[in-house]
């Protein structure tokens, strides 16, 4: 008899394949946390981690921490609206007031000092432009 | 391929195992295998084809994510993403808390030799950089579920590591 455990990853996949539906609904839809910081702590430090220290494995997850690339604030909006490299695109996920948020949140915390925040119109205007 | 290695990201899976001091839901609600779905973020329960009508402990897999979700699971320690999975699936099985005792978490974004789950594939990404993810390029070429048509199944995984094989056996010969 066939192990749960060696079916795995293939059996629920095969059951998500098997309706569209079902498929779209589970890789789809969007987070609830509107603050910086509930999005950055319930999504973000998944890869970036607690800190945003940022981690080796494989590859490597960038710190956000003491980053000098947060300067401009339309760098981050544009990597969490369409991704880069080894990073998801979240653009579909987030609204433009979300990506802002969290943005705003990582440029002023962990040791960063970029005060001057983005603004969800503005966000909205990179969204546009890179359609 | 270094384009076509830039272009694909992972996706994020995350699996929860929770260990019960009895099959509760054999003896209690007579489900013997199956998966229940739910709109909660464990996203499903699925319960072991193995074993059936035995004494004793039994494991759940108490969650099972893909997007979304599972970014809110890798965000989590490994305590909290059990924790948390204990509390979803209570809702379902009122019998977890009496019976639950003891989780383990796997979230692939967080397994160092991987970070992430499977290659995320879409229609636009493989017609501009499928044919040379998978072409030997100098001395290097890749094999896994990442450069097949079947991604996240360990028969792409197969697939591709024997038709590496073979275009580099190839290639030798034909040297």
New interface residues.
Partial sequence: MLSFKTLGFGLALALVAGAGARAQEIYSGHYPQQTGQAIYQGICQGCHMPGALGAVGAGAYPALAHNPHLASGEYPALVVLNGRKAMPNFGSSFSDEQIAAVVNYVRVNFGNHYPKPITPAEVAALRASTK | MQNAI?AL?????IKVGLQFKRRFWEQDDAIY?G?SFTDQPN??I?Y???DYFSDGKGVL?GA??????A?????MSPEERVAKTVEYGAKLHPQYKEEFENGVAV?W????????CAG?WTEELRAQHYDDLCAIDGRIVLAGEHASRIP????GALLSSLDAIRRLHQRVMTA
Avoid: C, K
């Fill in positions: 830039d990201y992972y996706d994020a899976s295998g998966i996203s499903m699925g072991p084809s193995t897999l099972y994510t893909f997007g979304p979700n970014f809110l699971y890798a965000a979230a974004h967080r397994v160092p030799w991987t970070l992430g995320h996240a199944w360990q028969e």
